[in-house]
């Protein structure tokens, strides 16, 4: 799973190390990127938010890992916590005050608000869940705070084969609607694997009473 969640993260991941290397070095303006020379802050924040959050979360979903390094789950949880909410936030504020291409239409203008939304909301409620100890309700929502976080990755697999099969990506419905099938497919995977480790605590709570 691990292998998988990086492997998923690694072209969003690759595509903002070339934006902060691009801010680093002074490149020359274009209209692709001058929104983010005119106020770099935003997109620093949500590059680095995001790649924390996208490399140490993947670590947080192997029950394995989690038995064997209890200690560095929470350690760890502590660090993704902020981080998560530092990329939601920040790419709320992008959506908001960010003069965006032509290919981002307001439907995706409105997704990015809507999973934004949905994302800060997931982790402050895991954030609540877990201080109350109500670990299976923390996982839950991070699990689902996690898949919102990757939909970039999945936006990227869907967008490459959406071109490779001759559609037109740079139509902003489309567009929209492409991205916007990412995030609910990655919620989708989220909602199974959450159904499917709330079967398996059932059914462990009632096998030994079947066996008596």
């Known amino acids: 799973m691990i292998t998988g969640l990086?492997?998923?993260?690694f072209v969003p991941l690759l595509a903002a190390g070339i934006r902060l290397t691009e801010l680093s070095v002074g490149a020359e303006v274009t209209p692709a990127n001058a929104r983010?020379?005119?106020?770099?802050?935003?997109?620093?924040l949500h590059v680095v938010g995001a790649t924390v959050y996208t490399v140490l979360g993947a670590f947080q979903f192997s029950p394995?890992?989690?038995?064997?390094?209890?200690?560095?789950?929470?350690?760890?949880?502590?660090?993704?916590?902020?981080t998560g909410l530092v990329a939601?936030?920040?790419?709320?504020?992008?959506?908001?005050?960010?003069?965006?291409?032509?290919?981002?239409?307001?439907?995706?203008?409105?997704?990015?608000l809507l999973f934004g939304t949905l994302m800060t909301l997931a982790i402050v409620l895991g954030f609540a869940a877990v201080r109350r100890r109500d670990i299976a309700r923390h996982r839950a929502w991070m699990m689902r705070a996690y898949a919102i976080g990757a939909g970039a990755g999945t936006q990227?697999?869907?967008?490459?084969?959406?071109?490779?099969?001759?559609?037109?990506?740079?139509?902003?419905?489309?567009?929209?609607?492409?991205?916007g099938a990412a995030w609910l497919l990655n919620l989708a995977v989220a909602e199974v694997a959450i159904l499917r480790t709330r079967?398996?605590?059932?059914?462990?709570?009632?096998?030994?009473?079947?066996?008596?």
């Not at 394995?64 to 902020?82: E, K, Q, V």
């Not at 920040?90 to 409105?110: N, V």
């Not at 967008?159 to 492409?178: C, F, K, P, Q, Y």
């Open 156 to 179: 990227a697999v869907i967008l490459g084969s959406a071109v490779a099969g001759g559609i037109d990506v740079d139509d902003a419905h489309t567009r929209a609607l492409l991205m």
């Open 36 to 44: 983010f020379s005119a106020s770099p802050v935003p997109i620093v």
């Open 64 to 82: 394995r890992f989690r038995r064997m390094r209890s200690r560095w789950h929470r350690i760890a949880g502590r660090i993704l916590i902020p």
């Open 88 to 112: 939601a936030l920040s790419g709320i504020w992008m959506t908001l005050f960010y003069r965006l291409p032509a290919h981002d239409g307001p439907l995706l203008g409105a997704f990015r």
């Open 6 to 9: 990086l492997a998923l993260g």
């Open 199 to 212: 079967t398996a605590r059932r059914t462990r709570r009632v096998a030994p009473h079947v066996g008596s």
